[in-house]
């Protein structure tokens, strides 16, 4: 260490210095007793370690007698010795002011506490280490405790994955009802129209099984997307038009409501407005609101429905709105819920479906409003590409 001068006891005023010295060892005391941290004073040229009495919790008798720095690294557990041994040295030789370091340390007992050392190292006027001070922070409470909050939030996980694998089976049959029923159609028809044979029924024979290929093909579709919502975190997106994704979902929304009366319309502003989304995924959210428009106007005069979307910072925002009578008060707060429904014959996974694809993809969903004579419902989409303006 640097000389340090002191005075001469017997020169006058010296006392105070003394007691200046005197104050300090004791604030050392005191601080070592209030803290359960073992400190540590290493001095570097003679390898000799001073600690304070914490160091006692470790069970180790010796830790008074022994005062090398190499009782310290004998009790370092063999995998972490050379890492905790080289961040000092790496310390030390770089001019480094201060180092921190974790490590495994033995008890006496033969098991490791985990620590964490932190260190201010001192030097002369040369710049040349001489002395190092810092405290041995035992953190296997705190470890322990990380380590049990990782695995609850690993079962709550798990518990959330097998829920939403328990419930797959309701959404498939929920989202692949009306094209699995339309194949049937087709089927049914292409079944009477090669009974009744003759040329004249060859071509709506072809189309109608074309369209029974198409349905099926799009309900295998909805289950392998389906699947990825539940077993993938994320959705894997793509550049879509946006207004080319609500014309096809809003047409599809509307294919069973050919009888109805129901006026819509669309404005996309901008018209090349595009999005980075995973397509059949959202066009499941827009022709489920869309259903649920048509659904809940049934039977009114000037049934309406109007999509509107427009740039919304780095999102789109798309509304969807009806003049029909609105949701009930009593379950507006829990209109996502997976067990809310306002159809007889429902299950009640629409909107719970939709918040899920929704936020999958990056965006949020919520009702805007909803009063009689007029219910909104609005998401965002994240844009492509993801500017501003």
Aim: glycine share 8%; with cysteine; net charge negative.
């Amino acid at each position: 260490m640097s000389a340090i001068d002191l005075p001469n006891p017997e020169d006058e005023g010296p006392q105070s210095v003394y007691d200046s010295l005197e104050d300090c060892e004791e604030r050392s005391h005191l601080i070592a007793l209030v803290t359960e941290d073992t400190i540590w004073d290493w001095d570097l040229k003679t390898n000799i370690v001073e600690r304070s009495p914490q160091a006692a919790k470790f069970g180790h008798e010796d830790w008074q007698t022994n005062r090398t720095v190499e009782w310290w690294e004998g009790h370092i557990h063999p995998d972490d010795r050379d890492a905790a041994i080289g961040a000092f040295a790496w310390a030390i030789k770089r001019g480094k002011s201060n180092i921190a370091t974790e490590y495994r340390f033995c008890k006496a007992d033969g098991d490791f506490a985990y620590i964490y050392d932190r260190a201010a190292i001192i030097r002369d006027e040369d710049g040349v280490a001489v002395r190092a001070i810092g405290a041995m922070v035992d953190v296997t409470e705190l470890r322990l405790v990380k380590i049990l909050l990782r695995k609850t939030e690993t079962q709550l996980a798990l518990s959330s994955r097998i829920n939403a694998m328990g419930t797959m089976g309701s959404l498939i049959a929920h989202e692949i009802s009306q094209p699995l029923a339309a194949a049937a159609n087709y089927i049914r028809a292409s079944r009477r129209l090669s009974e009744a044979g003759g040329d004249a029924n060859f071509e709506r024979l072809h189309e109608a099984l074309v369209g029974a290929e198409e349905n099926t093909l799009r309900a295998g579709e909805i289950i392998r997307q389906l699947r990825e919502l539940v077993t993938k975190d994320g959705a894997n997106g793509s550049e879509n038009s946006l207004a080319e994704l609500v014309d096809d979902s809003c047409t599809i929304g509307l294919s069973d409501a050919l009888t109805k009366v129901i006026r819509l319309q669309t404005n996309i502003e901008p018209s090349d407005l595009t999005v980075w989304v995973e397509r059949t995924q959202v066009q499941q959210v827009i022709i489920n609101l869309v259903r649920n428009s048509v659904e809940a106007m049934a039977g009114m005069p000037d049934s309406e429905i109007i999509v509107n979307a427009m740039r919304s910072g780095k999102f789109a925002e798309v509304s969807i709105a009806d003049n029909g009578p609105g949701i009930p008060d009593d379950i507006r707060n829990g209109i996502f819920s997976a067990v809310i429904t306002t159809k007889v014959a429902g299950m009640g996974i629409g909107l719970s479906i939709c918040r899920t694809i929704i936020e999958a993809q990056g965006g949020k969903i919520w009702m805007e409003s909803s009063v009689p004579g007029q219910t909104i419902f609005k998401f965002t989409l994240p844009r492509y590409p993801s500017t501003n303006g």
